[in-house]
């Protein structure tokens, strides 16, 4: 599986982004998909996830309100629309495709990581 995340950026408080996770090899069509971030020194933790279908969704407390997660299936990808950013959203964004067709907020639910972008929001 070769997963390919883009769309990190620097942007102002209170400013969007959208990422995008893709797999150009349509290996993950069947399975969840999660994004999770991380910054220095401290443990990856979630942000969201989708199920195979896109009919089942969840988010962290700290995004929820704020962050979309969605799945285009005929392209293959999953995007993350961040609304309203603040600073302490600064991390590298990873995207994760899950072991099954659905998914929670464990790092170990997940067995493919992409590469990572880097996300800073500026206060």
């Known amino acids: 599986v070769q997963l390919q995340a883009s769309g990190g950026g620097l942007v102002q408080a209170g400013g969007s982004l959208r990422l995008s996770c893709a797999d150009p090899?349509?290996?993950?069509?069947?399975?969840?998909v999660g994004w999770f971030r991380q910054t220095p020194g401290k443990e990856r933790a979630f942000v969201a996830q989708?199920?195979?279908?896109?009919?089942?969704?969840s988010y962290a407390d700290t995004v929820k309100g704020r962050f979309t997660i969605s799945r285009d299936r005929a392209k293959n990808t999953i995007d993350l629309q961040m609304s309203a950013l603040k600073p302490e959203d600064t991390a590298v964004y990873y995207c994760a495709v899950a072991r099954g067709s659905h998914s929670g907020d464990s790092v170990t639910s997940y067995a493919y990581w992409g590469q990572g972008t880097l996300v800073t929001v500026s206060s």
């Open positions: 090899k349509r290996t993950f069509s069947n399975n969840a």
């Open positions: 989708i199920s195979w279908n896109g009919g089942s969704k």
